[in-house]
């Protein structure tokens, strides 16, 4: 059916609106017909009274013709609206179609140009990566050629060389065949008369002229070669006329070698020689001219002194010495004879190729080894830095100008890697420095228990906790020949973080002993080397020597592995056994290898190891070296220790009182350690604490600030450890200072020797002539304490000392070896006096908190009760003040360590038992370091008031 097609009737009722889809019916001939709506008329003729008779008139009748005519109508209004809609539909549809399209056609289109976006980048991609290939392609190329036209050249000039000698042997071949042929051909004549001759010359005359033409060529070159001998000749002279061949090599020093090798006479002559032998060309530039002289002269070197330039026997080292032999062979045959020159010409640039490669590899050593001392001391400034500003800044300018100086010495040799390699250098050393934190952090960390109220308040804060690592087993300077354990070290980096390692003081009998075990060995070791047995002595000293030089180094590092190579142990005993050891050569290389190991400072006394080497006596001298070197290499491997302790003290420092007190308590575990001592000993004081306290309140009032704290206790307790009233034992030292009885035992006498000197200074001054000018007896004090520090001192000395100082008229020789014995005995009034005074000195520095900036001499209260405690002891105040200082700091490392554990001693026991009630206050000092706790295991746990101090 067309739609098109369909064409409404002129009358319909519809109105079209063009500008919109809507349709408006006109209902205009409906109400002519019908005065009120069709669908309401049967409605209301239903509920009217004539509604049936009104049905059946012809009213009705007419009444449906029209209902029909309009339905009719209504029906064709539908059918064009529905057919108006569905062309309306058809060409939304249409539109919504071209829309489509539309966007098709677009996207299409943005794809096209992102497709030809995407391969014009492609394309220039291409080019940029071809134009990339084509550069290094060049650059490449270019060397390549550079590398081939050299080849090439060398080459055409040693085949131009042999040719030409092929030429000339030739032309010498056919010259004496010509001549042999022409005297064969000639008729043998009697020597014609003077006359004749006279009267022939002219025509002779003619044949020399022809003859000179015709051999022109033939003359000039045997002139040539004539002068070329000649010159090398006078060159030859030149040169060996200066001493240098390979005989005078080897009996020259090396130092004045190297002085000969830079004359400019012995230069020049060098070069000329080569010049004359073909290596070096006149049109060179003078710079590879020297270059060339240089490496010729370093072959003689190499060859006459092998140890001082070679650093190991390597393949490359055994290569570069075979090929020197083979080219100063060639080279001395070809300068003193007529001979040809191809062995030279062959075996040169075999030796630039060996001298170069080993010239690479011993550069990039050096190189490695001056950019560790680099990174050295940058780890060395970073661990100094924060020291005072003087020291700070003398160890900057030093560190400064040695790193510059290194930085001048690697970009000679390195170039434009210099900062690359410096920088490779300093990150293996923070790489190592990170691995050497690791391990120390393989330390104990403090657990959150049994802390001080700070400290858990500290961790509440922090909101973390630590955690148990294990300890190494071993020593950390174990590596060095030092015998400490951790705990020791912890130790003594708590009293001193300075500490350093120090050779151990010998008694004069234990120096007796070493020294004479040392002769009856080495007395051993030169029997057996005099009688040839070489193999049972010699390996075992290089299998020493080498173990401590490798301590000196990494592991595995380039440095290690030279130093395993050039001491070869199989090597040695090879050479042992067929009698090829040289005694020389072994002490110059290991002397060789400790001056690049140590410290500038100690240069001097490396090199002092080779002076008994050159001793007439081969076996004497050796014997002699090897003792030399063994002990400075103890000298070298407590300096390392030293230093390694030096940069990891920072590390550990914060974990030392932790590690410390974590293990003691495992020795008591174990039972390795009691605590028996440690309680009789604060226990005992504890009480006379007590007791004090209640005869100072007869009432019984018991006032909280009149109760003793534990402060003062652990402060009598320790002054009765450091200076007891009277000569104690060691063993009733209590177990927690089992680590300082070597300290205890020397701030015992100490303090005995400050109360005897004091003591002898006030009798000496009571004893001098009133009229008597004043005297320093500050002099006499120091006289008395060097004479007590002497271990051979008796009681006469300190008699005449005295008798001498204050005038032998003023009291008789009996009666001052009676006053000096009374004091050395200690039952002199004054002595004892003097001797409470300094206790009361020791317990005032361990209670007044001087570590917070009181000096003696200020108006604090702690000041004065010092100076109270210090009457009759001026003259002694430096040491008084030394010894307050360091018993403070055996106090406070003391506490921090084992505060808890003496905390717990005193409140395990009955209060009762005691008579004592103790209000546990926060100590008057507190240790500047941060209180690090652990969790004890073997002690049982005690719960902590709020009040407690630890």
């Not at 060789?592 to 002076?611: I, N, S, T």
């Not at 914060?654 to 590690?659: D, T």
């Amino acid at each position: 059916m067309d739609l098109d097609n369909i064409q409404e009737p002129a009358s319909s009722p519809i109105r079209d609106m063009s500008d919109s889809s809507n349709f408006f019916f006109d209902l205009s001939p409906a109400k002519t017909i019908s005065p009120r709506p069709a669908r309401l008329q049967p409605r209301h003729r239903r509920h009217s009274i004539s509604s049936a008779t009104s049905h059946k008139s012809g009213g009705s009748a007419r009444h449906v013709t029209r209902m029909s005519s309009c339905d009719e109508d209504i029906t064709a209004v539908r059918r064009a609206a529905f057919i108006e809609g569905r062309k309306n539909r058809l060409a939304a549809r249409a539109v919504e179609r071209e829309e489509v399209l539309a966007r098709a056609r677009t996207g299409i289109e943005g794809a096209s140009s992102k497709l030809a976006e995407l391969q014009k980048s492609i394309a220039a991609a291409n080019v940029a990566r071809e134009k990339m290939l084509a550069t290094v392609t060049s650059a490449c190329g270019d060397q390549v050629a550079k590398a081939k036209a050299k080849a090439a050249e060398m080459r055409e000039k040693r085949l131009e060389e042999v040719r030409m000698m092929k030429l000339a042997l030739e032309e010498r071949l056919a010259n004496a065949a010509k001549r042999r042929e022409e005297m064969r051909k000639t008729k043998r004549t009697s020597r014609p008369s003077v006359g004749s001759v006279e009267e022939k010359s002219p025509e002779r005359k003619v044949l020399r002229r022809e003859v000179s033409e015709v051999e022109r060529r033939d003359a000039a070159r045997v002139i040539q070669r004539t002068w070329r001998r000649s010159e090398k000749r006078r060159a030859a002279q030149a040169f060996f006329g200066l001493g240098v061949d390979v005989s005078a090599v080897h009996e020259l020093p090396f130092e004045e070698l190297v002085y000969r090798f830079q004359d400019q006479k012995v230069l020049k002559a060098t070069i000329r020689a080569l010049k004359a032998t073909g290596l070096v060309g006149d049109e060179e530039p003078p710079m590879k001219q020297m270059e060339a002289c240089r490496i010729f002269l370093s072959s003689y070197m190499i060859l006459g002194h092998p140890e001082e330039i070679l650093s190991g026997q390597g393949e490359r080292e055994q290569e570069l010495v075979r090929t020197t032999n083979i080219l100063l062979r060639a080279f001395e045959n070809s300068v003193r004879s007529p001979a040809s020159s191809v062995d030279l010409l062959a075996a040169w640039p075999s030796y630039l190729v060996a001298f170069r490669s080993w010239k690479a590899h011993d550069s990039a050593i050096l190189v490695e080894g001056m950019a560790a001392q680099y990174a050295e001391l940058s780890q060395i400034w970073e661990t100094v830095k924060d020291s005072e500003a003087s020291v700070a800044d003398e160890y900057k300018r030093s560190i400064r100008n040695n790193q510059l100086m290194l930085l001048q010495k690697i970009r000679k040799l390195a170039g434009e890697d210099t900062r690359k390699v410096v920088g490779k250098a300093i990150a293996e050393a923070k790489k190592r420095r990170k691995e050497l934190k690791k391990a120390v952090e393989a330390l104990p960390k403090p657990s959150p228990s049994r802390t001080r109220p700070e400290s858990a308040g500290s961790a509440r804060n922090s909101g973390s906790a630590r955690q148990e690592f294990t300890v190494p087993a071993t020593s950390i300077v174990a590596n060095y020949g030092v015998n400490l354990s951790n705990r020791q070290l912890m130790h003594e980096l708590l009293l001193d973080p300075n500490f350093k390692l120090e050779p151990p003081e010998k008694s004069p009998l234990e120096k007796a002993v070493e020294t004479q075990v040392k002769r009856a060995f080495f007395d051993s070791v030169r029997e057996g080397l005099r009688n040839g047995e070489e193999e049972d002595w010699i390996p075992g000293l290089a299998k020493d020597v080498r173990s401590r030089l490798l301590r000196l180094v990494v592991p595995d590092s380039p440095t290690a592995q030279m130093i395993s190579g050039a001491l070869d142990l199989t090597v040695i005993e090879q050479q042992c056994r067929t009698r090829t050891f040289d005694y020389q050569r072994f002490c110059e290389q290991v002397v060789h290898m400790m001056r690049r190991l140590c410290a500038p400072f100690r240069d001097e006394m490396v090199q002092g190891c080779l002076v008994p080497a050159a001793a007439e006596d081969r076996v004497e001298g050796f014997v002699e070296c090897a003792k030399a070197i063994l002990e400075v290499l103890d000298v070298l491997l407590l300096d390392h220790a030293n230093f390694h302790l030096t940069i990891a003290a920072p590390m550990l420092l914060p974990e030392a009182v932790a590690y410390e007190r974590k293990r003691f308590d495992e020795d008591v575990k174990a039972g390795r350690a009691s605590l028996e001592s440690t309680k009789k000993w604060l226990q005992a004081h504890a009480q006379e604490a007590t007791q004090t306290a209640e005869s100072r309140d007869p009432e019984g009032v018991q006032h909280p600030k009149s109760k003793p704290t534990l402060s003062p206790v652990f402060a009598a307790a320790m002054v009765d450890v450091v200076v007891p009233d009277s000569t104690g034992t060691l063993p009733d030292l209590p177990e927690t200072f089992h680590l300082d009885v070597d300290r205890i035992v020397e701030y015992r006498q100490t303090a005995h020797k400050i109360t005897v000197v004091a003591t002898l200074i006030l009798h000496s001054k009571n004893l001098a002539r009133a009229g008597s000018p004043q005297q320093d007896w500050s002099q006499l004090k120091e006289r008395l304490w060097v004479i007590l520090k002497d271990g051979q001192t008796t009681a006469e000395h300190l008699t005449s000392e005295v008798q001498h100082y204050i005038g032998s008229a003023s009291t008789s020789s009996s009666a001052a070896d009676n006053l000096v014995s009374r004091v050395l005995d200690g039952s002199d009034t004054v002595f004892k006096l003097l001797r409470r005074r300094l206790r009361a000195y020791m317990e005032a520095w361990l209670t007044a908190g001087l570590a917070r900036g009181d000096e003696p001499g200020s108006r604090s209260r702690p000041s004065q009760q010092l100076a109270a405690a210090a009457s009759g002891m001026e003259e002694l105040a430096g040491e008084l003040k030394r010894l307050g200082e360091k018993v403070r700091k055996l106090g406070e490392v003391n506490r921090d360590c084992y505060g808890g554990l003496y905390d717990g001693i005193l409140r395990d026991r009955p209060l009762s038992a005691l008579n004592v009630s103790f209000l546990f206050k926060r100590p008057q000092f507190q240790s500047r370091r941060p209180c690090c706790q652990i969790t004890i295991r073997s002690i049982p746990r005690v719960t902590l008031d709020s009040d407690s101090p630890w």
